[in-house]
RNA sequence: GGCCCAUUCGUCUAUCGGUUAGGACGCAAGAUUUUCAUUCUUGAAAGAGCAGUUCGAUUCUGCUAUGGGCUACCA
């Protein structure tokens, strides 16, 4: 029973699509890939009042920026549509009218309310086999009175009719089978009448299999109610071409307890959304602008719950295609690290091409005041080489090559104790001299000049050198000497040697 | 409370009955360097506990503990 793979991530559009989400679809895109398969983004808006505007398109633009690709959807069409819940009520309602007619479910017209007391007035209620004839539903009460009732236009919702004490057997990829007993399962919701749309769980089942899902690769928090999909499967009579469920461990909390938040990420300091989402009154930062490239965020939450098997830990985004199995899934939920993250981050920026970080570095730099039109582009791609391998995140290049930009206006004062001695600024003086007499100011002859004059007249070539570098560069760090004067030029280097002769004294 | 799932260094993980339990992040030390950083080397760091199966258990089983999830007319 060979069938074409596809697979579909199923967002309810909420809010922003959370980091954990974002490696489901991962896995399910991956999974796609490898088989030739379809993946399929299916909005899941059957929660008509938890609706938030704006949350598809940040779905969409978010697996957009971290490339991963959809076929079939909203956007893209296909031959299942339409792909958004809202749009397919005639669907659900055949369908509940089947469970219904061949008795399997039933009309119930207890309240939120009525609910809501009976649980407070009866310890761990439940509503099933045997609870459900002292209820008000279509089955305790007689036809004509139902019929009345619905004619009304009194609210009910569809329950499903669950037989007690059956076991039910969940196959999964990454658990194995899983039993559970039909009796702790409730007679859940299927359908509402009130806002004439369907829970998730019939929803989610009459789609999957009208759009011929092959496997149902999603969050732990499904497993629970996995038995209750395999019911509802079997009582449409699909049990033949029921998917393949793939229940994933949840992503958790870097420190406490619970799984990943929206909250820790404020609290923390460090997103837990792909890209920047904005509440009605908060602003949540995203990962795509605190600095992250797409492939590195795609490589580190690709591997939080699966790895290649080996110990490499850069794999792109075909190499986990290739690479990708349930059975190197682990079955326990993964903490978030950021300290982690940032290491991914970092090998990506220093891999990358220098020409492509100084594209990137360009409007850190606008934003910090420079003019970047005064700068060649093989001076920002020499800068950038020079200093890639000290940062995580583009906007660490300032931090990193400012100097290259702009002159120090204060001096480290640790440093300035340490290296600045009475008799600098008579050396600094001679320095500006022997700099003067430098034809070639790129930094291998340049450096030979200088270290031989240091040499020759005896100087502490630690002292001379830090006091060189506290006046072009403000303090004791940075990268080579002459690979600073070089870009910087002669005339700039001696007007800022001049500068800290006068300022530190 | 009930049900389900899980449990290897601080964190992410490798191991699919026999290993000095490996790697990575982070941390520490040393080397390198005219500075800081990089880089290199080294180090500290783990099988939750208790039974059982076995010649032999991190690996299989059970119990306990701990963690997580679910228990809605939310997904």
């Keep these: 029973m060979d069938r074409k793979v596809r697979v579909r991530f ?8 959370h980091i954990g989400g974002v490696r489901t679809a991962l896995y399910n895109y991956l999974f796609a890939r490898q088989n030739g398969g379809d993946m399929i983004l299916r909005i899941e808006d059957t929660d008509s009042t938890r609706f938030v505007p704006g949350a598809e398109e940040y ?9 991963i690709g959809i076929d079939e959807g909203v956007r893209e069409g296909g031959n299942y549509g339409p792909y958004k819940q809202s749009e397919r009520r005639d669907i659900y309602r055949t369908h509940v009218k089947q469970l219904l007619d061949e008795g399997k479910a039933y009309i119930a017209f207890d309240t939120p309310e009525e609910l809501e007391a009976k649980r407070a007035e009866v310890q761990n209620f439940q509503y099933d086999a045997s609870t459900r004839m002292s209820m008000r539903n279509s089955l305790s009460m007689p036809a004509d009175e139902v019929k009345t009732l619905i004619d009304n236009g009194d609210k009910y919702v569809v329950r499903f009719k669950i037989e007690p004490d059956i076991n039910v057997e969940v196959d999964d990829l990454i658990r194995g089978k899983v039993v559970i007993n039909s009796s702790i399962l409730d007679d859940k919701v299927l359908y509402k009448s009130a806002d004439d749309l369907p829970t998730y769980h019939l929803a989610n089942i009459v789609d999957d299999h009208l759009m011929e899902v092959s496997h149902v690769i999603r969050g732990e928090e499904w497993l629970p109610s996995a038995p209750l999909h395999v019911l509802l499967y079997e009582a449409f009579g699909w049990k033949d071409t029921m998917p393949q469920f793939v229940h994933l461990p949840l992503l958790l909390k870097p420190t406490g ?53 080996d110990d490499r830990e850069i794999l792109s985004m075909d190499d986990m295609i290739k690479e990708f199995s349930f059975e190197h899934c682990s079955k326990s939920g993964a903490r978030f690290n950021f300290e982690k993250a940032a ?33 060649s582009d093989d001076f920002l791609t020499k800068t950038v080489s020079l200093v890639k391998g000290r940062i995580s995140f583009v906007k660490d290049l300032w931090e990193q090559s400012s100097f ?20 600098t600024p008579a050396i600094m003086n001679e320095l500006i001299d022997v700099l003067e007499g430098i034809e070639d100011f790129s930094s291998k002859p340049a450096e030979e000049v200088v270290i031989g004059w240091i040499t020759e007249k005896g100087y502490h070539m630690g002292n001379v050198m830090n006091a060189f570098r506290l006046t072009v560069v403000g303090e004791c760090k940075g990268p080579h000497m002459f690979d ?22």
Excluded: C, Q
């Excluded at 199923?10 to 699509?17: C, N």
């Design 10 to 17: 199923a967002p309810s559009p909420t809010g922003a699509l």
């Design 59 to 67: 779905i969409n633009e978010a697996l957009a920026w971290l490339g």
């Design 257 to 309: 307890k619970g799984k990943l938040s929206k909250r820790d990420g404020k609290k923390l300091g460090f997103p837990v959304f792909p890209m920047e989402w904005k509440d009605n009154e908060d602003v949540w930062a995203g990962f795509r602008e605190e600095g992250f490239l797409p492939e590195a965020v795609v490589n580190f939450v690709g591997l939080l719950g699966w790895n290649p098997g």
């Design 343 to 375: 290491w991914f981050n970092h090998e990506y920026l220093i891999n990358m091409p220098d020409e492509e970080l100084a594209e990137l570095y360009k409007p850190v730099l606008t934003e910090n005041g420079v003019d970047v039109t005064n700068y």
């Design 404 to 423: 290259f930009f702009v002159a120090p206006e204060t001096y480290a004062e640790k440093d300035v104790k340490k290296r600045w001695k009475e008799d």
């Design 484 to 505: 600073i004067t070089e870009l910087i030029g002669k005339e700039e280097t001696i007007k800022r040697i001049k500068t800290g002769i006068e300022k530190i004294g």
